[in-house]
C-alpha cells in the first residue's frame, strides 16, 4: 500500500489551530469585517503552518461577488455565438478577469426575449454581464440585482454604460475615401437593421450621400459572408451601374467580392469594396481590402474592467476607428 496523501488544510483546521471561531478566520482570511489585531495575527499564523489554500471560489460566493462574467450575446439565433467577433470579446474578457481568480461564460439571449437576464441575476455566481449586440428591450429587462453589474458593448442607457467602436466617424472615412477616388455610383450593405449601434453607419452614409448630391443605395445585411454575396447581387440587379459598395462588415465584404467576381466583375476596377473592421484576413484577401479599424480586444477589456472594479465610467465610451487603404478600393 501507499502511504496515504496528506489532507489540504481546512478552514476549520485553521480556526482550531489559531484558537478562534470559523467565522473569525473566515473574515480574516476573506477581507472582510471587523477582526481583532491579535486574531489577524494568530489566524495568519496558522494559515502559514498549515500551508492553507483559501477556496476562492467559496469566499467569493459568500461575499456575494461572484466567480464568473456572463458575456450575453442577443441574436436570432444560437449561431450568434459562433460569430470570430464574439470570440474576441470572450478572449479579451478573459485576460481581464484571469488575474482576479473570475471566469467568463457565454450565453444567448434570444431576440426580442431577454428574460435570461433575471436568471443572470438571479444567480448568485455571476459577478456581472457584458451585453453585446444590445437592444432597447434588453436595457429595459436589466433586474435590479444586477444594477451596476451590466455594460454594454454597443447601445448603452442611463443605468448601463457602454463600450463601442465609433463606427459612424469609421464609416464616413471608408465613404469619402470612396469618393474620392472617384466613386458615385455606391452601394452599402448593412449590418441587421434591428441593432441599434449598427444604424450610426447607415446614417452616416446617408448623410454623406445627400451632402455630395448622390442617391442612396441602402441593401439590409446581417455581418455575415454569404448575407453579403446575396446583397451584391441584389444591388446588381437594381443598379446595374453600381461602381462601389461599402460593406457594414469585412466579413460581408469578403461576401460582395466573391459575388462580384462571380458575375465576371473586377474589384476594383469595375467595381470597388470596402469594408470594416479590419479583420486579420482583410490584409491577405484577394485583393487585400480597404476598411475601417474595430479595437474589439480594447472595447471588451474595457467592458471587462469596468464590471469587476465597479468603478464610475461615462455613460458612452467611444473607441477611434481609423481607415486603412488597401487594393480592393
Given amino acids: 500500500m501507499g502511504t496515504p496523501t496528506a489532507r489540504p488544510a481546512t478552514l476549520d483546521d485553521v480556526a482550531r489551530a489559531a484558537g478562534v471561531s470559523r467565522a473569525t478566520a473566515s473574515r480574516v482570511l476573506g477581507g472582510y469585517g471587523f477582526t481583532s489585531a491579535d486574531a489577524r495575527a494568530r489566524v495568519g499564523a496558522a494559515a502559514d503552518r498549515l500551508d492553507y489554500v483559501p477556496d476562492v471560489t467559496a469566499r467569493a460566493l459568500v461575499r456575494g461577488a461572484g466567480v464568473r462574467l456572463v458575456v450575453a450575446v442577443i441574436g436570432r439565433a444560437g449561431t450568434v455565438l459562433d460569430d470570430p467577433y464574439v470570440h474576441r470579446v470572450v478572449s479579451a474578457a478573459s485576460r481581464v478577469c ?14 426580442g426575449d431577454p428574460s435570461g437576464l433575471g436568471r443572470l441575476g438571479a444567480d448568485r455566481g455571476v459577478c456581472g454581464v457584458i451585453l453585446v449586440n444590445t ?10 440585482r444586477l444594477s451596476g453589474r451590466v455594460v454594454s458593448i454597443g447601445t448603452g442607457s442611463a ?25 458615385r455610383r455606391i452601394v452599402m450593405v448593412t449590418g441587421p437593421r434591428w441593432l441599434v449601434c449598427a444604424e450610426r453607419s447607415v446614417t452616416a452614409y446617408r448623410g454623406l450621400m445627400r451632402a455630395a448630391g448622390l442617391p442612396e443605395r441602402v441593401v439590409t445585411g446581417d455581418f455575415t459572408t454569404a448575407r453579403g454575396g446575396r446583397a451584391a447581387l441584389e444591388a446588381l440587379r437594381r443598379w446595374p451601374e453600381v461602381d462601389a459598395v461599402y460593406a457594414a462588415s469585412d466579413a460581408t465584404a469578403f461576401g460582395v467580392i466573391a459575388a462580384l467576381r462571380g458575375r465576371g466583375l473586377r474589384v476594383p476596377h469595375d467595381v470597388a469594396v470596402a469594408g470594416f473592421d479590419d479583420l486579420p484576413y482583410a490584409a491577405v484577401s484577394s485583393p487585400p481590402l480597404t476598411t475601417a479599424t474595430h479595437p474589439v480586444d480594447r472595447i471588451a477589456a474595457a467592458a471587462a474592467t469596468a464590471v469587476l472594479t465597479r468603478a464610475p465610467v461615462a455613460p458612452t465610451t467611444a473607441f477611434a476607428s481609423t481607415l486603412v487603404t488597401r487594393e480592393s478600393a
Fill in 135 to 144: 437592444t432597447p428591450a434588453a436595457l429595459a429587462a436589466v433586474p435590479a
Fill in 98 to 111: 484571469a488575474p482576479h481568480g473570475v471566469g467568463v461564460a457565454l450565453e444567448w439571449l434570444p431576440l
Fill in 159 to 183: 443605468t448601463v454604460p457602454s463600450f463601442d467602436v465609433d463606427n459612424a466617424a469609421g464609416a464616413e472615412a471608408v465613404l469619402r475615401h470612396l469618393h474620392a477616388t472617384g466613386r
